[in-house]
T-cell receptor, first 116, second 109 residues
């Protein structure tokens, strides 16, 4: 039972380079999310998806794009990396149900990205 | 806009010394308040969900409580393995969580 798997775990990019972070979940969850975590800032939502083929902007979407072509995968892209995007990125998923979600989110183990 | 404030930012306890972590929140239509534990280099791990004022949940040495304005995470007789960052989050009208910045707990022998 893998849960939420993120690849890669670590990456160093040069300013202006592009890359894609992959998130895969095997729990058949409808909702998927990308967060970034910075010291003193907490977890901030970048983009999220409420189902296959749908995406929406979160709190800090600028400089990022996402795609959800398959229900189990959620990709986060950086088209032209900037040093301000140095952060730890977490993917999470949750299931949809009318009313309350009893378990909140299941998180991946994170991708540590450094942009130099 | 939903907001979550956690205090203290850092807490150092001796093994067996009980204490509480605070999570104050403002949210439009609370659907759930969540506590997570995060170990260094790992993703947050779910601990509890609370839905309404007066609700309490327990797991081993941890007990979470909820009022209309705040939640407490009580740690009874902590052990070194309880050292971690504890995150609080609220879910409002949508299905998105708003997180606090966490309390970094260190339990020493």
């Amino acid at each position: 039972n893998a849960g939420v798997t993120q690849t890669p775990k670590f990456r160093v990019l040069k300013t202006g380079q592009s890359m894609t972070l992959l998130c895969a979940q095997d729990m058949n969850h409808e909702y998927m999310y990308w967060y970034r975590q910075d010291p003193g800032m907490g977890l901030r939502l970048i983009h999220y998806s409420v189902g296959e083929g749908t995406t929406a902007k979160g709190e800090v979407p600028d400089g990022y794009n996402v795609s959800r072509l398959k229900k189990q995968n959620f990709l986060l892209g950086l088209e032209s990396a900037a040093p301000s995007q140095t952060s730890v990125y977490f993917c999470a998923s949750s299931y949809w149900r009318t009313g309350l979600s009893p378990g909140g989110y299941t998180f991946g183990s994170g991708t540590r990205l450094t942009v130099v | 806009e939903d907001q979550v404030t956690q205090s203290p930012e850092a807490l150092r306890l001796q093994e067996g010394e009980s204490s509480s972590l605070n999570c104050s929140y403002t949210v439009s239509g609370l659907r759930g308040l969540f506590w997570y534990r995060q170990d260094p280099g790992k993703g947050p791990e779910f601990l509890f969900t609370l839905y309404s004022a007066g609700e309490e949940k327990e797991k081993e040495r941890l007990k979470a409580t909820l009022t209309k304005k705040e939640s407490f995470l009580h740690i009874t007789a902590p052990k070194p393995e309880d050292s971690a960052t504890y995150l609080c989050a609220v879910q409002g009208g949508g299905n998105k969580l708003t997180f606090g910045t966490g309390t970094q707990l260190k339990v020493e022998l």
